[in-house]
């Protein structure tokens, strides 16, 4: 069955999620009953939603597919889709494209495109940069074979840039920040990084940083009880799962770049449990994530590390720099 949808978007069944979008997209203006005068446009157009709505579907849970009730399921599948396809068919073509349905699609393409180009300018100057840092010169050799074996896909991207355009993507982010999911994975996406390079460098306890976003989150969450939920229009989940971390990582930033009194400390190391760094006198124990390098081979020819630590403005210590040396 689905290779008939994939056939009506004249797909490859390999077609990714993008893919399946950009066509449905470019077929839904060319079908749409409003501009399409054909006698058949209305069930084409039905027939391009159902298959638009159940390959996406697949491709997101391919389980559904394999599951026993599979046949009940796309019974199900069908009849949301086909009416969803008539609702969007009894538009005028004018409404259809301002619908936030289209809306939504043409938003995620402009997006998808600008990513792709600048992911195809900035691997070729990350990787040979990355390999250098942690491997030395003899390195680059790997890197450029790497680039080698993705260069398809970065030609792809960069021919991306002729449909680059700075105020369509401001405009296209804009409307996306109206659905609670997209504002969830983007500020997941930067507490999670905050997370990676500000908390889990401060030196106290992993107990007192998780308090901190418990606190945070608690505090957040009786504000929306008693005002938010009354005076401002944001959601409970939004305000738990994106701000309330966010204003927790922003004490470890501020922690971070209000730093004073730098000082150096140097041990010498040996590596055990496969990642994990002991140092001499066993210091700094307590503190798992300084020690922890995920490619150990890396630290072969060294024995001695050199850290670099200064006190915040909260008085937190925090990790500046490492050094590695023979």
Known sequence: MLHQYYKILELSESATIEQITKAYRIKAKQFHPDINSHPDAHQHFI?????????IKHKKNPSAFNNSSYENWMQEEKRKANAEAERQAQMRYEEYINSDDYR????????????GFFVSIFLPIA?????????????????????????PYLFIGWSLRKKLHWERFKISFSFLNKF??????????INL????????VTMIDMKFILLFYVLSISICGALWQFYFKQKVKISLLLLL????????????????????????EQYEFTMQRGSMMQL???????????????????TRPYSKIKFTFANGIYGWRVLKNYELIE
């Open 127 to 151: 990787i040979p940069i990355f390999f250098f840092k942690w491997y030395g010169l003899p390195a680059l050799i790997p890197a450029a074979i790497l680039l080698l074996f993705f260069s």
């Open 193 to 200: 990084f905050l997370f990676w390079n500000y908390a889990l």
């Open 180 to 189: 609670e999911h997209f504002k969830l994975f983007w500020l997941s996406a």
């Open 104 to 115: 939504y699609l043409n938003s995620m393409n402009i997006l998808l495109d600008h990513f």
């Open 47 to 55: 027939l391009l939603n159902e298959a638009y709505q159940i390959l």
């Open 280 to 298: 001499a006198n066993n210091a700094y124990d307590e503190f798992t994530f300084i020690r922890f390098f995920p490619d150990p081979d890396r």
């Open 241 to 264: 799962v994106g701000i309330a971390p966010l204003l927790a990582n922003a004490l470890f930033v501020t922690n971070f770049y209000i730093s004073f009194n730098a000082v150096d």
